[in-house]
Nanobody, 123 residues
Framework: VQLQASGGGLVPAGGSLRLSCVVTGDQIFTLADLAWFRQLPGKERVFVAA????????DYAGSVKGRFTISRDEGANTVNLQMNSLKPEDTAIYYC????????????????WGQGTLVTVSS
């Protein structure tokens, strides 16, 4: 199982970015919940958003609700994170993750992780 994240970059405050994560291997994409977490150096990995295996349920951290949207593209085995109205405090390395269908908001609830993509929001 491999997860490959992309889409990070430098954006001014108020701007938008779209992160993507391609999931390959077994049938993990069709059976797993998918999520995005973010992390600052020396800090714990923090939940951002999650989507259930059937796209029926989503969950968001309070700090991003209304600004970020998570979605799945079944045809492309991809989970996306559309980030709008970005703030400097959104600056972090963003990681995609796949795990059992329990829609966990805890990093320990996910078995597979991508390599991370850096998002920098300038003030």
């Amino acid at each position: 199982v491999q997860l490959q994240a992309s889409g990070g970059g430098l954006v001014p405050a108020g701007g938008s970015l779209r992160l993507s994560c391609v999931v390959t291997g077994d049938q993990i994409f069709t059976l797993a919940d998918l999520a995005w977490f973010r992390q600052l150096p020396g800090k714990e990995r923090v939940f951002v958003a999650a989507i259930s295996w059937d796209s029926d349920r989503t969950d968001y951290a309070g700090s991003v609700k209304g600004r970020f949207t998570i979605s799945r593209d079944e045809g492309a085995n991809t989970v996306n994170l559309q980030m709008n109205s970005l703030k400097p405090e959104d600056t972090a390395i963003y990681y995609c993750a796949a795990g059992p269908p329990v829609l966990s908001t805890n990093a320990d609830g996910y078995e597979y992780w991508g390599q991370g993509t850096l998002v920098t929001v300038s003030s």
